[in-house]
T-cell receptor, first 114, second 112 residues
């Protein structure tokens, strides 16, 4: 158990809908990262927050957005969903944001868009 | 931009045999390199990381990796495979503020 929690574990929804994925980092960790894992794209970095501020963006679509709240939990919002958004979405956390700090991954949320 | 290449999408070994999973990196600056393991239906677990302190890095579950700058490699090894090692293994390099760039993964199959 990494100490990172993600809810829900599974999500099935229809095209065009909007969903929210939730992540609680390890106690004391200030950095939160979101990754998408799909068969065709592999593991891709989406976005990073540090202590409530957006720090880095990867290949995140405009239909996707995220935020980190004062209690440090984070939410990833996916809207106007398409079939291709079906994937495993991971949240990871680390104590700081140094390049050598290890990231601890949650169990993921499996999103299926039908 | 930094990147990693994992050679071999699947590697098969027998139980007790040497495990060798290959990773080559591309980086214009001294890299920070990581190996993660993903068991079925689970998240990623850190096996080990290289942060320039020592070129031979020991990780959990008997795994180790050697950083070779001249070969731009960071291959993962384990002397003797267990059935429980069957999983997918990802090499990653840290870019910028710790954004991880992952390889495509290598699935390790262990036969009795």
């Amino acid at each position: 158990d990494s100490g990172v929690t993600q809810t829900p574990k599974h999500l099935i929804t229809a095209t065009g809908q909007r969903v929210t994925l939730r992540c609680s980092p390890r106690s004391g960790d200030l950095s939160v990262y979101w990754y998408q894992q799909s068969l065709d794209q592999g593991l891709q970095f989406l976005i990073q927050y540090y202590n409530g501020e957006e720090r880095a963006k990867g290949n995140i679509l405009e239909r996707f957005s995220a935020q980190q709240f004062p209690d440090l939990h984070s939410e990833l919002n996916l809207s106007s969903l398409e079939l291709g958004d079906s994937a495993l979405y991971f949240c990871a956390s680390s104590s700081k944001e140094g390049a050598s700090d290890e990231q601890y991954f949650g169990p993921g949320t499996r999103l299926t868009v039908t | 931009a930094q990147s990693v290449t994992q050679l071999g999408s699947h590697v098969s070994v027998s139980e007790g045999a040497l495990v060798l999973l290959r990773c080559n990196y591309s980086s214009s600056v001294p890299p920070y390199l990581f190996w993660y393991v993903q068991y079925p239906n689970q998240g990623l677990q850190l096996l080990l990381k290289y942060t320039s302190a020592a070129t031979l890095v020991k990780g959990i579950n008997g795994f180790e990796a050697e950083f070779k700058k001249s070969e731009t490699s960071f291959h993962l090894t384990k002397p003797s495979a267990h059935m429980s090692d069957a999983a997918e293994y990802f090499c990653a390099v840290s870019e910028g503020f710790q954004k991880l760039v992952f390889g495509t993964g290598t699935r390790l199959l262990v036969s009795p």
